[in-house]
């Protein structure tokens, strides 16, 4: 079965500080992972994935497969990163390629 | 390029009534996801279509959801009767077929409260 944890369900953080929000899954294939984040009044947006092995908006996130984590981090907290941010995961196996989302966690940027 | 849509943005019915959710995908993308989140849980995968045909419906909870996507284009979800635990947002997102572009977006989503 597929599951995503997202252990905190609230994260304050000063403006400029580090930031890690905690991602783990569980999954019997290979997974791909995601980041997608959600800012006030805004649908839902892909943040990152993975696979593409990326920084956006300063964000990185590393698949570390022994630990089966993911986890989301950005070296210095800006104001406009207060959101609710969602891990997810898919199968890479055909018709297996729906998201299984985290709860959740909801990212405050103090000023 | 317009993103993907959802009618309406709100819905408040009474439990017994129906109500039929519409999404609007990206032209050209063959995946439709629809997901619901009902108050203080995560977001839950309903089913996906390819085109016009149901690939995985395994996340419907039960008989009273209906989900149809007519031509392969728009698709519609229906709720007969509603029930006071299908209150939540109910969203749909939309991505090309290809296993290089599997990017979902999302619609805004559609809150729907049953008193």
């Known amino acids: 079965a597929q599951r995503v944890t997202q252990p905190e369900k609230l994260l304050s953080v000063f403006k400029g500080a580090p930031v890690e929000l905690k991602c783990n899954y569980s999954?019997?294939?290979?997974?791909?992972l995601f980041w997608y984040v959600q800012y006030s009044r805004q649908r839902l947006q892909l943040l990152l994935r993975?696979?593409s092995r990326e920084s956006i908006k300063g964000f990185t996130a590393d698949l570390n497969k022994g630990e089966t984590s993911f986890h989301l981090k950005k070296p210095f907290a800006q104001e406009e990163d207060s959101a609710m941010y969602y891990c997810?995961?898919?199968?890479?196996?055909?018709?297996?390629?729906?998201?299984?989302f985290g709860t959740g966690t909801r990212l405050t940027i103090i000023p | 390029e317009a993103g993907v849509t959802q009618f309406p943005s709100h819905s408040v019915i009474e439990k017994g009534q129906t109500v039929t959710l519409r999404c609007d995908p990206i032209?050209?993308?063959?995946?439709l996801y629809w997901y619901r989140r009902v108050m203080g849980k995560e977001i839950k995968f309903l089913l996906h279509?390819?085109?016009?045909?149901?690939?995985?419906e395994s996340g419907m909870p039960n008989n009273r959801f209906l989900a149809e996507r007519t031509g392969g284009t728009y698709s519609t979800l229906k709720v007969q009767p509603a029930e006071l635990e299908d209150s939540g947002v109910y969203f749909c997102?939309?991505?090309?077929?290809?296993?290089?572009?599997?990017?979902?977006?999302f619609g805004q989503g559609t809150r729907l409260t049953v008193v």
């Open positions: 279509f390819v085109k016009e045909s149901k690939q995985d």
């Open positions: 997102a939309s991505s090309q077929g290809t296993r290089l572009n599997t990017e979902a977006f």
């Open positions: 993975h696979i």
């Open positions: 997810a995961l898919s199968g890479r196996d055909f018709g297996n390629e729906k998201l299984t």
């Open positions: 032209s050209g993308h063959d995946n």
């Open positions: 999954y019997s294939g290979s997974p791909e």
